[in-house]
């Protein structure tokens, strides 16, 4: 091997392999660093993605259908859940009777999400538990008001990249947007 050539002047002393290694080392790590980020990006993107559909299915249908479509958060795929965030999972339903909850005997699950691990999906108060489009295409708080607010996608992981907001207007359609997501 030259790096363990005695004679100078063909070869490299141990100092300048050392020095080699060294910066190897370091745009190796500069190198996986950066993979793993752009691997975070694309969970998040994609989670992001999966969301906005949901969103969009579930007003979709409400207008399709004539009925009340809700989703909401749901650890289990079964009922929706109270507490906690929105990565956890979420359920959307037939919501017949406008309570936004499922009843065993009034509402039909139409689809599952399950829990998005290493991201944080939260929404401020009047999105928080859940999400409600009336026949006519509008979101709607359980007492008849109208919804809008915002929900924010994170990584748990790499605080620092870009994350997405969904942006719940009273008129029923939802924006996406890109947001800082602080350390």
Known sequence: ?????????????????????????????????????????????????????????????????????TLCKSADGQQCNRHGDWEQG???FVDRNGNAWVDDDLNAILSVQSSMHGLILSGNTPVRHYLSWHAQGESRLTTGGFQAGTLTLCSQRLPGIQGQAFTLSASGRVRRSFTHCGA
């Open 90 to 92: 979420w359920l959307m």
């Open 1 to 69: 091997m030259a790096c363990f050539t005695v004679n100078m002047r063909t070869g490299f002393s141990i100092v300048e392999c050392l020095l080699v290694v060294a910066l190897s080392a370091i745009m190796a790590g500069i190198a996986w660093s950066t993979g793993w980020q752009q691997q975070q990006s694309l969970v998040l993107q994609v989670s992001g993605d999966i969301f906005l559909r949901d969103m969009l299915t579930a007003r979709s249908e409400a207008m399709r259908r004539g009925l009340t479509i």
